[in-house]
């Protein structure tokens, strides 16, 4: 699992931003390639960094990699009109995982959003269903959706609506129990630590979608711990040792004092 080579778009985003770091400090990365608009400001001997305009990204922009990370995304506000929108949250992860696809990409991990319905009354929740109908009709070997709730984290532009959501939240979380716990905020950092968690250890459905209780939850296993553990019930050292004692200390070695005597006896007579 340590020749792994991955793939993230949006990588100056909250979370995408993580997300590059998490991977270029793992262990089970050698590779690591970020499509972006502008340059990251980070560096890393396993970091390819690759300014891209995603209005027009070509096959060759792409190369083979086990798992493309999209993290694109903004808001309506920010993107002025709902077709800019559509072209930021629908569009462009769309022609990326097809180009994907084509270079035999296997598994497609994208953030979409909580309570994305195809059929909502929001217009974010619709559009936001309608990413992932289309990503499911791809039929990819493997395409993990990944449904956040509110992203709190330290972000480089100042959003009014999120910040004040955040705060609400921040107060509320300990009161969202039970069913509500769904919608309680999380951190930036948890949902790119979830997104490798999904890379390496996912349940490897066709077709899975994450909701944010789920994605708070998950941390990368203790393998180590769980290969010595192993280890210990395949092999029984104990009952090694004293297999090999008994046949070489009770049956081959000589009883050397027993012998001379039985020598002198002989030579008396």
């Given at each position: 699992m340590g020749m792994r080579s991955a793939i993230v778009v949006g990588a100056t985003g909250l979370v995408g931003s993580h997300l590059v770091q998490l991977l270029c400090e793992s262990e089970e990365y050698v590779s690591v390639t970020a499509l972006t608009?502008?340059?990251l400001g980070y560096q890393h001997k396993k970091l390819v960094e690759r300014i891209v305009n995603f209005d027009e990204l070509a096959e060759a922009d792409l190369d083979f990699a086990h798992e493309v990370f999209c993290c694109l995304g903004t808001t309506i506000k920010k993107a002025g009109t709902r077709e800019n929108f559509e072209k930021v949250d629908l569009e462009y992860p769309l022609h990326i995982a097809s180009l994907a696809k084509k270079k035999g990409v296997r598994h497609f991990i994208v953030i979409s959003a909580m309570g994305a319905n195809e059929k909502a009354l929001a217009y974010y929740s619709r559009v936001k269903g309608k990413l992932e109908k289309e990503l499911i009709e791809m039929e990819f070997p493997q395409l993990s959706i990944i449904r956040p709730?509110?992203?709190?984290?330290?972000?480089?532009?100042?959003?009014?609506?999120?910040?004040?959501?955040?705060?609400?939240?921040?107060?509320?979380?300990?009161?969202l129990i039970g069913?509500?716990?769904?919608?309680?905020?999380?951190?930036?950092?948890?949902?790119?630590?979830?997104?490798?968690?999904?890379?390496?250890?996912?349940?490897?459905?066709?077709?899975?979608?994450?909701?944010?209780?789920?994605?708070?939850?998950?941390?990368?296993?203790?393998?180590?711990?769980?290969?010595?553990?192993?280890?210990?019930?395949?092999?029984?050292?104990?009952?090694?040792?004293?297999?090999?004692?008994?046949?070489?200390?009770?049956?081959?070695?000589?009883?050397?004092?027993?012998?001379?005597?039985?020598?002198?006896?002989?030579?008396?007579?």
């Open positions: 608009r502008r340059e709730s509110l992203l709190v984290g330290d972000r480089k532009e100042f959003r009014l609506g999120e910040k004040a959501g955040e705060l609400v939240l921040k107060v509320m979380n300990p009161l069913p509500l716990k769904g919608v309680r905020s999380i951190q930036a950092s948890q949902v790119a630590l979830a997104m490798k968690v999904i890379a390496l250890h996912g349940n490897g459905e066709k077709a899975a979608i994450y909701e944010s209780s789920q994605l708070a939850a998950l941390q990368m296993p203790a393998v180590e711990e769980e290969q010595e553990g192993s280890r210990e019930k395949m092999f029984d050292w104990t009952k090694g040792k004293k297999e090999e004692h008994t046949p070489v200390d009770e049956e081959v070695v000589f009883d050397r004092a027993k012998l001379k005597e039985k020598t002198l006896k002989k030579d008396d007579e």
